[in-house]
Nanobody, 126 residues
Framework: QVQLHESGGGLVQPGGSLKLSCAASGRRFTNYFMAWFRQAPGKEREFVQGISGDGRTNYYVDSIKGRFTISRDNAKLTVYLQMNSLNSEDTAVYYC???????????????????WGQGTQVTVSS
């Protein structure tokens, strides 16, 4: 079992930056593929970025590549999401998730992740 806890959300102005953290507890953290998802009101939960267990490979969607960067520090059992150039469309609850059975063709699907954090709210507004 792996437990995840997100933090770092809050209110930020358009164009600003924010860094989210996901602290993990559990065994064999390096074996887990980790990802960030987000869900805005009235929207489906969507994949943001993912990262391999060793931190060497990032997975992304074109719409946010270059603005968001996922990273992990396995020694600290923590995954990060650096968010830059934020706009109102980035307003959502952000979740971290862990998969113990990673498949390269299905990493963007919520059904691929067994463990989830409670979410942290990010609000972009002036």
């Amino acid at each position: 079992q792996v437990q995840l806890h997100e933090s770092g959300g809050g209110l930020v102005q358009p164009g600003g930056s924010l860094k989210l953290s996901c602290a993990a507890s559990g065994r064999r953290f390096t074996n887990y593929f980790m990802a960030w998802f987000r869900q805005a009101p009235g929207k489906e939960r969507e994949f943001v970025q993912g990262i391999s267990g060793d931190g060497r490979t990032n997975y992304y969607v074109d719409s946010i590549k270059g603005r968001f960067t996922i990273s992990r520090d396995n020694a600290k059992l923590t995954v990060y999401l650096q968010m830059n150039s934020l706009n109102s469309e980035d307003t959502a609850v952000y979740y971290c998730a862990a998969s113990d059975a990673f498949h390269p063709s299905r990493y963007m699907g919520v059904e691929e992740y067994k463990y989830w954090g409670q979410g942290t709210q990010v609000t972009v507004s002036s």
